[in-house]
């Protein structure tokens, strides 16, 4: 059984960081895509960085330059490490996960597996 469990979501100042980590069970990372998607209310669901199972990294523009999405296979965690926040990144951030490969992998629709959701708000 797959399950996802993120952490790591707080309130944090524009310009400052946070580290959001994803603990998945019940998956293979040389299998599977993994994703980080987020939800601001009002809006819809978008992808912000996703690695698919041929080791392939996709950013969304807006993000580009200030995350960093990676995994330690070791401890079977997804990170996304977001530096430079702005208020408009603020957003519940939700893991994702599918098995086999994308060809685009920031399509919410594409993935399988959701965990609940921590909460990023970056104040100005």
């Known amino acids: 059984q797959v399950q996802l469990v993120e952490s790591g979501g707080g309130s944090v100042q524009a310009g400052g960081s946070l580290r959001l980590s994803c603990a998945a069970s019940g998956i293979s990372y040389s299998i599977y895509s993994m994703a980080w998607f987020r939800q601001a209310p009002g809006t819809e669901r978008e992808g912000v960085a996703a690695?698919?199972?041929?080791?392939?990294?996709t950013y969304a523009d807006s993000v580009k330059g200030r995350f960093t999405i990676s995994h330690d296979n070791a401890k079977n965690t997804l990170f996304l490490q977001m530096n430079s926040l702005k208020p408009e990144d603020t957003a519940m951030y939700y893991c994702?996960?599918?098995?086999?490969?994308?060809?685009?992998?920031?399509?919410?629709?594409?993935?399988?597996?959701w965990g609940q959701g921590t909460q990023v708000t970056v104040s100005s």
């Open positions: 994702a996960t599918v098995g086999g490969p994308l060809d685009y992998a920031l399509d919410p629709a594409d993935f399988q597996y």
């Open positions: 690695v698919v199972s041929d080791g392939r990294i």
